[in-house]
Nanobody, 117 residues
């Protein structure tokens, strides 16, 4: 059974820092990419950052570029999102996503991040 377990969410002050973690287990095919998405109330889910397995390349949403950093520990099948200088508009539920094999997409349960001004 595939599980993505997220942790690290919570309340943080604007300008502070927070690190999210997501550990995948039970995935029997190769992982192609690991990513973080977020969804704010009344808004669509959006990609925050993605890291590909092959070359380690990354992409970020324009709104977080230069502030957030995605990284991976391949040995632990864990992806991190370091959130530096968060802003109130970063408040959302953050979801971990794993792309594996030819067509599999797995999601975590989500972790709430609230940034206070």
């Amino acid at each position: 059974q595939v599980q993505l377990v997220e942790s690290g969410g919570g309340l943080v002050q604007a300008g502070g820092s927070l690190r999210l973690s997501c550990t995948a287990s039970g995935i029997t095919v190769s992982i192609n990419a690991m990513a973080w998405y977020r969804q704010a109330p009344g808004k669509q889910r959006e990609l925050v950052a993605i890291m590909r397995s092959g070359d380690g390349s990354t992409n970020y949403a324009g709104s977080v570029k230069g502030r957030f950093i995605i990284s991976r520990d391949n040995a632990k099948d864990t992806v991190y999102l370091q959130m530096n200088s968060p802003k109130p508009e970063d408040t959302a539920v953050y979801f971990c996503n794993v792309l594996a094999g030819a067509r599999y997409s797995y999601w975590g349960q989500g972790t709430q991040v609230t940034v206070s001004s």
